[in-house]
């Protein structure tokens, strides 16, 4: 979606925007972490994105991948920076059709700095010179596919520090076809507005959007002010100058004064958007936010569509069905399937296409380094630590675990006593959510979906099972008429009871709506994540050396166990799928790297009949 149209909504609505602006790390451990942190500020609502541009080579290319990660994974609207500097028109040409085929409909143009050796800036042979002319040329290559925004320079430029003259090219960017402006960041709220009002009256109509810098430490906050030779008001001075030694009151001070900057921008008139330059940081961005009461609350009208979210990417942004079993690891489930052609069909329900079960080295891989992931996890030598590996993950205690890329959610909280048990018990559980019987669409932990619409699941429990003790737990689950399963080892060899055809699992009824079932379970991708799940656990195991107990242990389950999951096909029950496991566990949990035999399984009392029992 055009930024352009955006902003007009955010008028229309009276509510003000926000958008967050990051840079290309220079370490790949740096990218992955930015992407963790992007994907968690998405909680914060932003309008949109911007990647800025890494001028030549690899970190121009990173940009391009940023991008289309941002559009395609995390489902953000992205805008990329483009700049002229050193950059020939082949490699506009091929930045542009990056964006493009990222499913990116934003641009940020601008000229950018002068490489460090050039004393002025001067264009690359058959490039552009002026910001104008990379505007006009988008335009001209690609017409309205791409809204371009441009930089606007309240209190000057680097290399022209004559303002009156600057607005005159903002207006020559802006008549060559530029549709929204970001500005350089500024503290002085009175000369920001007066900048406002001098452009709107040389006829600089476009919506103009104020760069935000948040104040993490004193020495940064003075720095940045240096280098922008920007204005910094005599108080914001007296305010942060006693306190410049320590930061955490810098910071402090800091939210309150630039708050009140975006107060005085938003109660202007002029001004109905923030963008923050993080500096690739959350925590000072969102202070800013709390203080302005911008954080969206359990009751805020930013209401996820699907109870997952979106792609953006350019052939994924219809998509309104997916697996379960991707549902904590939604970067691999957009990197594995990005090529399965003859989409849908080809996703779902046909295996046939040369271009099913391919994997992408991004997506499946474990994340995180050998030394970083030992520290997460520790060294377990036996089922138990697993166990406990597991318990701790469910309490909050780890943000993740080899098959779940994000922290447990309170969607869980109903059923977590219940996980535990089974993980106190040996079985390790990957994957699960409780039944929903019709609560609202706006229900705080569940909801999803427009407005005045109601919402259901139903009960479905993924988890890993010692061979020895499967055939017992399939038999209960055939005797119980509701519900169904998959069972497969690392080898593939498949046992089921299903239908043909996806389950959905999650639906929804809303007015004037057929009902959508945004996620379910079928066979042909739960055999792709089967290739998966065991894959992390593999890279899990080799993160400790070949000899190791931990090395060995880890690869003993990946090469013996079987993943099974569980659908309970009755929506008012949960606990049903519990109740199969009663007097089921594994004997020894605390023995060093056991050795799975039919002495291992125990059963602690006899078989119960399958039972019934309805979720309140």
């Not at 992408?360 to 994340?367: E, W």
């Amino acid at each position: 979606m055009h930024v352009g149209l955006k902003l007009q909504e955010q008028e229309s609505s009276g509510r003000p925007g926000i958008s967050f602006e990051y840079f290309p790390p220079k370490t790949a451990q740096g990218v992955q972490n930015l992407y963790d942190r992007m994907d968690r500020m998405h909680d914060l609502g932003p309008a949109f994105i911007d990647v800025t541009w890494g001028a030549g080579g690899s970190r121009s290319q990173l940009t391009c991948e940023m991008v289309r990660i941002a559009q395609t994974v995390f489902g953000l609207e992205t805008v990329m920076h483009l700049t002229c500097t050193d950059m020939p028109r082949e490699s506009v040409d091929e930045a542009l059709e990056a964006a493009y085929n990222a499913g990116c409909t934003n641009i940020l143009a601008l000229r950018g700095d002068p490489p460090r050796e050039q004393e002025k800036w001067e264009a690359a042979e058959g490039g552009f010179r002026y910001a104008k002319d990379l505007v006009k040329y988008i335009r001209e290559k690609y017409g309205n596919h791409f809204d371009i925004g441009v930089g606007g320079y309240p209190e000057g430029a680097d290399d022209n520090p004559d303002v009156d003259q600057l607005i005159d090219h903002l207006k020559e960017k802006v008549d060559a076809g530029s549709s929204f402006i970001v500005t350089q960041m500024f503290y002085d709220a009175d000369n920001f507005l007066e900048w406002v009002r001098k452009c709107r009256a040389k006829g600089v109509n476009v919506p103009i959007i104020p760069g935000i810098m948040p104040i993490s430490t004193y020495d940064a906050f003075i720095r940045r002010s240096k280098w922008t030779k920007i204005h910094i008001p005599p108080d914001w001075l007296e305010t942060l100058e006693p306190v410049k030694n320590d930061d955490a009151r810098v910071r402090e001070r800091g939210t309150k004064l630039v708050s009140e900057l975006c107060r005085r921008l938003l109660s202007s008139g002029h001004i109905h958007h923030l963008h923050f330059y993080t500096m690739n940081l959350a925590q000072a961005s969102r202070m800013i936010l709390d203080e302005l009461k911008l954080v969206p609350s359990l009751e805020s009208p930013l209401q996820k569509p699907l109870p997952w979210r979106k792609s953006l990417g350019l052939h994924r942004r219809s998509e309104d069905v997916r697996p379960i079993f991707w549902r904590n690891r939604h970067q691999s489930y957009i990197a594995r399937t990005a090529d399965w052609d003859e989409y849908p069909n080809g996703r779902w329900t046909d295996a046939r296409s040369p271009a099913f079960g391919e994997l992408n080295a991004y997506g499946v891989r474990l994340k995180g380094t050998n030394d970083q992931n030992i520290k997460l996890w520790g060294r377990p030598k036996s089922i138990k630590d697993l166990s406990e590996i597991f318990i701790r993950y469910l309490d909050g205690k780890l943000d993740r675990l080899p098959w779940s890329d994000a922290p447990i959610t309170a969607e869980a909280d109903s059923i977590k006593q219940n996980l535990i048990e089974l993980n106190q018990r040996g079985f390790l559980t990957v994957n699960s959510q409780p039944a929903v019987n019709g609560v609202k669409s706006s229900h705080p932990v569940h909801g999803w979906g427009p407005r005045n619409g109601y919402v259901y699941q139903k009960a479905y429990l993924e988890l890993l099972v010692p061979p020895v003790l499967v055939d017992n737990l399939l038999a209960r689950i055939e005797k119980n008429n509701d519900l169904t399963y998959y069972c497969v080892n690392k080898s593939g060899e498949l046992r089921t009871r299903t239908d043909e055809g996806p389950n959905a699992v999650t639906w929804g009824i809303f007015a004037s709506k057929e009902i959508i079932q945004p996620t379910i379970v079928e066979s042909v991708s739960f055999m792709a994540w089967k290739d998966e799940a065991y894959q992390l656990g593999e890279d899990w195991a080799k993160c400790h050396p070949a000899d190791s107990p931990s090395r060995k242990l880890i690869q003993q389950i990946m090469d013996e166990w079987y993943l099974i999951n569980i659908v309970n096909n009755d929506f008012h029950k949960t606990h049903d799928l519990f109740q199969l496991f009663d007097g089921l566990a594994i004997k020894d949990l605390d023995v060093e790297v056991p050795g799975i035999n039919p002495e291992a399984g125990r059963t602690t009392q006899p078989i119960p009949p399958a039972t019934t029992t309805a979720q309140s």
